[in-house]
């Protein structure tokens, strides 16, 4: 059974710092890429940072390049997001995904996580 579960997610003040984590088990880690996505109420499901497991390459969207890191290890299967300099406007569930094709689009992705809560206050 294929499974993706996040973690740390909370709440912190802006300029604060989080580090979302995403174990997942039951497919070939090596061989998918890992995305993170945020849906804020209201908004549509967006596309933050991928990471391709078979190259190591990375994305990230504008609006959070230089704030966000994304990471893997691969020998725990589990993708991180280290989140930087948090602003209000990061405030959203946050979910990891994982897609045989890299990228930030959302229906590109086939399996999900259940997301985690992130909330920065001002």
């Known amino acids: 059974e294929v499974q993706l579960v996040e973690s740390g997610g909370g709440l912190v003040q802006a300029g604060g710092s989080l580090r979302l984590s995403c174990a997942a088990s039951g497919f070939t880690f090596d061989d998918y890429a890992i995305g993170w996505f945020r849906q804020a109420p209201g908004k549509e499901r967006e596309g933050i940072s991928c990471?391709?497991?078979?190259?190591?390459?990375?994305y990230y969207v504008d609006s959070v390049k230089g704030r966000f890191t994304i990471s893997s290890d691969n020998a725990k299967n589990t993708v991180y997001l280290q989140m930087n300099s948090l602003k209000p406007e990061d405030t959203a569930v946050y979910y990891c995904a994982a897609s045989e094709t890299v990228g930030l689009i959302p229906t590109n992705y086939d399996y999900w996580g259940q997301g985690t809560q992130v909330t920065v206050s001002s």
């Open positions: 990471l391709s497991n078979s190259d190591r390459s990375t």
